[in-house]
């Protein structure tokens, strides 16, 4: 794929070589004089990162940089973290990331994408051993990775919902689904990194070496490198996936069964993966029919049901992942547990399909999504229980301190001109949370100030500070997040 080029360097990069070059070996020149050809302040090139995911925000960065290999990454940055005057750097994956969280408008911007564009084939490599595992780009998206492994009939243990995110973006905030109440988030799954740090040092790391970098980096935000490489837990792949849709009226009965199936210890165990799902009112039917092979018919008692109820209306996605040799006993288990259970009489379905086709079912609700009209509970909201035991709570990620905790996602589909309508109400959700103490805490979190983000990670905050100092001490790193500026670290 051919990138767009410039011949004349960036003005404060060229003058920068003048400066630093005495601080710098020959073969060090030599190796960021090579990197200036895959620096860009071409205008197409800059504006077409100058938005991210929901088009909330807009930022042209000042260059973007096409790194061909990990080394080059490693080379821009220690050039500007030895420079009289460092510039900032920001990493973009998949473009994921909402409110200009990877925005760096007077720095350089790196497209992540842009790693091994030469040979794409050795950024994924599968040891199916004793204890397999795949070494992944932190710039493939998962979907790459997963029809790797699935060719050695393995699977890695956790995806997110959305399979186009890139392993570098989950593995920087946590990486969830319904899933993770068996093996914990994307970050509990991971062997070892490669990390470059603020400073240019490339590091690899792991629970034994270097332990603290892999810990930060890990729900890290991007805050103390960039990661180009994660060896992560593969684990045999079943053939398919059993759906099934249970709905409800009574949150408290809702969360009594959620609790319940994400409970069972391994030998009871029937299901894989438990989500939940809110319906509000009748557009958002339409939405949870995405995917899944309801009937007109049971779309119409969905309908009438959400239409005739007092309130809104819950059911949960619990799904068995099974094969050739555990599926004559699927039908009887699923039978029995739902005879423990309270959801409406009536109002159970069920769906069979290959497992690649449930795991990559936002992809095809994105092929058949049309708009659903003037409404403001249009979009998905998600209500799913996780078990903290499964998170490791030296990584930089967050959570609330509770044994079960429960994710909330409010996915709205902006229509017409009521983006802000919508955004005001998850601040109003949010708000609440904080005036009734209830020790919530932001996924995929932004915010505009540092108390707010001190709130955020609260007894890990002085870590997370401590650990910025160490890995980048001029804050040269994700500007974008505004959590820290190089005077707050002096």
Not at 405 to 421: E, G, M, Q
């Amino acid at each position: 794929m051919d990138f767009p080029r410039q011949s004349t360097l960036i003005v404060p990069l060229a003058i920068l070589v003048t400066f630093s070059s005495f601080v710098l070996s020959l073969a060090e020149r030599q190796k960021t004089q090579d990197i200036f050809s895959e620096i860009t302040t071409d205008p197409s090139a800059r504006s077409s990162f100058a938005t991210d995911f929901g088009n909330l925000s807009k930022s042209t960065p000042g260059a973007v940089f096409y790194p061909s290999s990990p080394n080059d990454i490693a080379t821009l940055i220690r050039y500007s973290y030895k420079s009289p005057k460092p510039f900032t750097i920001s990493q973009r994956g998949a473009g994921h990331s909402t409110y200009g969280q990877t925005f760096v408008p007077d720095g350089i911007l790196i497209d992540m994408s842009s790693l091994g564009r030469n040979n794409a084939d050795c950024r994924i490599t599968v040891t199916n051993g004793p204890i397999p595992y795949v070494d992944a780009g932190g710039e493939q998206p998962w979907i790459t990775v997963l029809n790797a492994t699935l060719k050695y009939g393995l699977t890695p243990r956790i995806f997110t919902d959305y399979l186009y995110a890139t392993v570098g973006g989950s593995l920087s905030n946590a990486g969830i689904s319904g899933r993770a109440f068996v093996h914990g988030p994307q970050i509990s799954n991971v062997y070892e990194l490669d990390v470059i740090t603020g400073t240019g040092k490339t590091v690899t790391c792991s629970r034994e070496v270097e332990p603290d970098l892999f810990y930060a980096a890990l729900g890290g935000l991007g805050q103390f490198g960039v990661i180009t490489r994660a060896r992560i837990a593969l684990e045999p792949a079943q053939k398919r996936a059993r759906w099934v849709r249970l709905f409800y009226t009574d949150v408290e009965l809702l969360m009594r069964d959620q609790e319940k199936l994400i409970s069972m210890d391994d030998s009871s165990a029937v299901f894989d993966f438990v989500e939940g799902e809110i319906v509000f009112s009748v557009p958002q039917v339409q939405v949870i029919r995405g995917g899944y092979d309801f009937s007109d018919s049971d779309i119409a008692k969905i309908t009438k049901l959400v239409t005739e109820t007092n309130g809104p209306v819950y059911l949960i996605d619990a799904v068995a992942y099974y094969d050739d040799l555990t599926a004559p006993l699927l039908d009887q288990n699923i039978h029995l547990l739902l005879e423990e259970l309270h959801y409406i009489s009536g109002f159970e379905f069920s769906v069979d399909m290959p497992l690649l086709n449930f795991l990559n079912r936002l992809y095809y609700l994105q092929l058949q999504q049309t708009p659903l009209g003037l409404c403001t509970t249009a979009g998905s909201v998600l209500i799913f229980p996780m078990n903290r035991t499964k998170w490791d709570d030296k990584m930089s990620a967050v959570t609330p301190n509770e044994e079960v905790f429960y994710v909330v996602s409010l996915l709205w589909s902006a229509v017409a001109n009521d983006t802000k309508t919508l955004v005001d109400l998850n601040n109003q959700v949010f708000n609440i949370c904080e005036n009734y103490n209830l020790g919530c805490k932001k996924y995929l979190p932004h915010f505009t100030n540092q108390e707010d983000w001190k709130k955020q990670f609260g007894n890990k905050w002085t870590t997370f500070v401590s650990r910025k100092k160490k890995y980048d001490p001029k804050a040269l790193l994700s500007p974008g997040q505004k959590i820290f500026t190089p005077l707050e670290l002096n």
